[in-house]
């Protein structure tokens, strides 16, 4: 039976160390353990390999050569181990990613469901935030991909179109443009909305889009935090918003939500996946966006 990498490890650590309880500390064990595995070695072999006394242990001439095998039996163990921790650390990763709400909510879902099948081993760490935080991880080192819906030129980063998106008017069906379908966008600009915080890649297409017109940002009845927050206030109260289309689908196919037309008033938007300029994607970044192109 060939020795166990371990007890041949402990062995050469006593040769080195020149003592058994030396070795022990060395390895983590205790002295008694150490004595009974080196014992269980020299059975093993059928050899005596060290000359114990109570000054400490020596190797015996046997014990010598034992150890020189061995050191590059132990080498050779530890380079097979390095080789192995580097690829599978090139098979397993984690990819982190950052994307903004209205991305998170309607889109990624279908595509890291089809991804994660495509990868079973690896992981996916995914935050959720407004486009400024998403742009302030990836510049931070906190993410490797970002997925905005903010339309600003951006400085230091990299960007992929991966879809397409736009705003829309949207009222309960008790609020009195319901009845009408059409405000112009003057009345938009002066009427207060349920909107996005400030930093949202939403709320900043929108007063971009007013700005363009001539016309002041718009006021704010409540300030939410989130997409899926902003369509149940609209959808319980009595304020309008302008919201990705693709978050208020379903309300308006159901009825709990009507659509406003808003004339000379088009906010189309591209939805981009953002990396740092000058840096090479990980691997499983870029898997992703080869996905999605």
């Given at each position: 039976?060939?020795?166990?990498?371990?007890?041949?490890?402990?062995?050469?650590s006593v040769?080195?160390?020149?003592?058994?309880?030396?070795?022990?500390?060395?390895?983590g064990i205790?002295?008694?353990?150490?004595?009974?595995?080196?014992?269980?070695?020299?059975r093993?072999?059928?050899?005596?390999l060290?000359?114990?006394?109570?000054?400490?242990?020596?190797?015996?001439?046997a014990?010598?050569?034992?150890a020189?095998?061995?050191?590059?039996?132990?080498?050779?163990?530890?380079?097979?181990?390095?080789?192995l921790?580097a690829?599978?650390a090139?098979?397993?990763?984690?990819?982190?990613?950052?994307?903004?709400?209205?991305?998170?909510?309607?889109?990624l879902?279908?595509?890291?469901?089809?991804?994660?099948?495509?990868?079973?081993?690896?992981?996916?760490?995914?935050?959720?935030?407004?486009?400024?935080?998403v742009?302030?991880?990836l510049?931070?080192?906190?993410?490797?991909?970002?997925?905005?819906?903010?339309p600003?030129?951006?400085?230091?980063?990299?960007?992929?179109?991966?879809?397409?998106?736009?705003?829309?008017?949207?009222?309960?069906?008790?609020?009195?443009?319901a009845?009408?379908k059409s405000?112009?966008?003057?009345?938009?600009?002066?009427?207060?909305?349920?909107?996005?915080?400030?930093?949202?890649?939403?709320?900043?297409?929108?007063e971009?889009?007013?700005?363009?017109?001539?016309l002041?940002?718009?006021?704010?009845?409540?300030?939410?935090?989130?997409?899926?927050?902003?369509?149940?206030?609209?959808?319980?109260?009595?304020?309008?918003?302008?919201?990705?289309r693709?978050?208020?689908?379903?309300?308006?196919?159901?009825?709990?939500?009507?659509?406003?037309?808003?004339?000379?008033?088009?906010?189309g938007?591209d939805?981009?996946?953002v990396?740092?300029?000058?840096?090479?994607?990980?691997?499983l970044?870029?898997?992703?966006?080869?996905e999605l192109?």
């Open positions: 039976m060939f020795p166990d990498l371990a007890s041949l490890d402990l062995f050469v040769v080195e160390l020149g003592s058994v309880s030396r070795a022990a500390d060395a390895h205790t002295q008694p353990s150490a004595s009974s595995r080196i014992k269980h070695l020299e093993q072999l059928d050899l005596r060290l000359d114990r006394s109570p000054g400490g242990s020596v190797p015996t001439d014990g010598v050569v034992v020189g095998w061995a050191e590059g039996i132990l080498r050779a163990a530890h380079q097979l181990s390095a080789g921790s690829f599978q090139e098979q397993v990763g984690r990819l982190r990613i950052a994307a903004s709400f209205t991305i998170a909510e309607y889109l879902p279908r595509w890291l469901d089809r991804f994660s099948r495509a990868h079973p081993r690896d992981s996916i760490a995914l935050e959720v935030a407004n486009s400024t935080t742009i302030d991880r510049r931070h080192g906190r993410a490797d991909l970002g997925f905005i819906e903010t600003s030129e951006l400085s230091g980063l990299e960007e992929l179109v991966v879809g397409h998106d736009e705003l829309v008017t949207v009222v309960a069906p008790s609020h009195p443009w009845e009408r405000v112009p966008v003057e009345a938009l600009a002066a009427t207060p909305l349920v909107t996005r915080e400030a930093g949202s890649g939403t709320r900043e297409a929108l971009k889009a007013l700005r363009d017109l001539g002041g940002e718009p006021g704010t009845v409540l300030e939410l935090g989130s997409t899926s927050a902003v369509r149940a206030a609209v959808v319980q109260g009595n304020a309008p918003t302008v919201i990705s693709l978050a208020i689908a379903a309300e308006v196919a159901g009825g709990q939500l009507v659509e406003i037309e808003t004339p000379n008033l088009t906010i938007r939805l981009r996946a990396w740092p300029t000058g840096t090479e994607l990980p691997p970044a870029q898997a992703l966006l080869d192109e």
